[in-house]
Nanobody, 119 residues
Framework: QVQLVESGGGLVQPGESLRLSCAAS????????MNWYRQAPGKQRELVAA???????NYADSVKGRFTISRDNAKNTVYLQMNSLKPEDTAVYYC?????????????WGQGTQVTVSS
């Protein structure tokens, strides 16, 4: 099993920044893609940002230019730097990790961290 521990959420005002972290531990054989999703009240969970094992990134149009995803492979950790936050960024943010095993890939989810952007 793999455990994902998220941190860094909180309450901020519009225009401010937050940095989310997600650390993987346990049977981490080889981490493939690392992703951040979010889910706002009454809405479906959506992909915010993704980063491959080779460092290729992808972003939702709504966060391009404001959010940056990065990873530290030595620490099995993924980060999400969120700048110029808007009220519509308010959601529970989840990290999602694909771990590659000899028999295939398994997906794991963090517990979620609340991000609230409000004046």
């Amino acid at each position: 099993q793999v455990q994902l521990v998220e941190s860094g959420g909180g309450l901020v005002q519009p225009g401010e920044s937050l940095r989310l972290s997600c650390a993987a531990s346990g049977r981490v054989f080889r981490i493939n893609a690392m992703n951040w999703y979010r889910q706002a009240p009454g809405k479906q969970r959506e992909l915010v940002a993704a980063i491959t094992s080779g460092g290729i990134t992808n972003y939702a149009d709504s966060v391009k230019g404001r959010f940056t995803i990065s990873r530290d492979n030595a620490k099995n950790t993924v980060y999400l730097q969120m700048n110029s936050l808007k009220p519509e960024d308010t959601a529970v943010y989840y990290c999602n990790v694909g771990v590659l095993y000899p028999v295939g890939i398994s997906n794991y989810w963090g517990q979620g961290t609340q991000v609230t952007v409000s004046s």
